[in-house]
């Protein structure tokens, strides 16, 4: 694999690893305030919250992932 191609999976990863960590915990915070205030009807949209910023951190450890096998393949064949 090209090394910019290599640079830029790995910014790629760090941006969707930032944009998922921030959400995750506003979405917790949402239902645990909407928990505590009573509005029961708030708490999906606090759950949709977290769940849309876990998704950005699985997809940055996918990436990761498949940045490490590559690694490896060229490593073994060099």
């Not at 990863?13 to 239902?31: D, E, M, N």
């Not at 708490?43 to 990761?64: A, D, M, R």
Request: a positive charge.
């Amino acid at each position: 694999m090209k090394e910019e191609n290599i640079k830029m999976l790995q910014n790629l990863s760090t941006t969707a690893y930032r944009s998922g960590f921030l959400p995750v915990f506003l979405g917790l915070l949402v239902v645990f305030v909407s928990v505590i205030y009573g509005k029961i009807s708030e708490v999906p949209i606090g759950i949709l919250i977290f769940f849309l910023g876990y998704t950005f951190i699985k997809i940055s450890q996918k990436i990761n992932s498949v940045l490490d096998a590559e690694m490896n393949i060229e490593n073994k064949s060099a």
